[in-house]
């Protein structure tokens, strides 16, 4: 009799075996398949911090990001109104206007606002230099932006002696440099009286 039991315990061992195996076996594609998974990301991840198809070599540090590849969205820095009198011979005009600064990013408009009281001044002497027809058009409104910005940048960061020379030979660009602190002056409100 025991060897009629111990032969009718002995095929249920089987399956336990078999099942255990099955079930290692499904455990261990899971592995495999999971870390293959995380391999392929890290690898796409990796691949999109690289810059325009830098190599980044295991000896060499990864290199920070340029400040002309930042994404998300712009920062303004919104100045106070100015109020100026124009250079006009025999008669009174006046300026009025509320410029905003394009910046890079969040770092630049707190070094704005530390800035500005110098960049009021500087700005104030720009716009009164101005005669009413110098602003009169689109064409003025915008070469007083671009030289606003030029000025504010020059604040912020200001140039070496060879930048300095070359800024001063060349009329002054539309767009700023990628690395520039202010991308651009934004005028919200231009009155000229």
Same mark, same amino acid.
């Given at each position: 009799?025991?060897?009629?039991?111990?032969?009718?315990?002995?095929?249920?061992?089987?399956?336990?075996?078999?099942?255990?195996?099955?079930?290692?076996?499904?455990?261990?594609?899971? +592995?495999?398949?999971?870390?293959?998974? =995380?391999?392929?990301?890290?690898?796409?991840?990796?691949?999109?911090?690289?810059?325009? $198809?830098?190599?980044?070599?295991?000896? #060499?540090?990864?290199?920070?990001?340029?400040?002309?590849?930042?994404?998300?969205?712009?920062?303004?820095?919104?100045?106070?109104?100015? #109020?100026?009198?124009?250079?006009?011979? $025999?008669?009174?005009?006046?300026?009025?206007?509320?410029?905003?600064?394009?910046?890079?990013?969040?770092?630049? +408009?707190?070094?704005?606002? %530390?800035? #500005?009281?110098?960049?009021?001044?500087? #700005?104030l002497l720009v716009m009164s230099g101005k005669q009413p027809a110098d602003v009169?058009?689109?064409? $003025?409104?915008?070469?007083?932006?671009?030289?606003?910005?030029? %000025?504010?940048?020059?604040?912020? +960061?200001?140039?070496? $002696?060879?930048?300095?020379?070359?800024?001063?030979?060349?009329?002054?660009?539309? %767009?700023?440099?990628?690395?520039?602190?202010?991308? =651009?002056?934004?005028?919200?409100?231009?009155?000229?009286?």
């Amino acid at each position: 009799m025991s060897d009629a039991k111990s032969a009718e315990a002995a095929p249920p061992k089987k399956k336990k075996g078999k099942l255990f195996l099955i079930i290692g076996i499904v455990v261990l594609v899971l +592995a495999i398949a999971g870390a293959a998974a =995380a391999f392929l990301l890290m690898k796409k991840s990796h691949s999109d911090d690289l810059e325009d $198809g830098e190599e980044v070599s295991e000896s #060499t540090p990864p290199a920070k990001k340029s400040k002309s590849a930042r994404s998300g969205p712009p920062v303004f820095v919104k100045l106070d109104t100015f #109020t100026v009198r124009l250079q006009n011979e $025999g008669n009174d005009s006046y300026l009025q206007a509320v410029p905003e600064l394009r910046v890079l990013d969040a770092q630049v +408009a707190e070094e704005v606002k %530390t800035y #500005t009281p110098e960049i009021r001044h500087k #700005t104030l002497l720009v716009m009164s230099g101005k005669q009413p027809a110098d602003v009169n058009n689109p064409d $003025g409104v915008q070469k007083l932006a671009n030289e606003l910005r030029v %000025t504010i940048n020059n604040i912020l +960061a200001p140039p070496s $002696g060879k930048r300095k020379k070359k800024e001063e030979a060349e009329e002054i660009s539309d %767009t700023a440099d990628p690395d520039d602190p202010v991308q =651009a002056v934004l005028f919200t409100s231009f009155i000229v009286q």
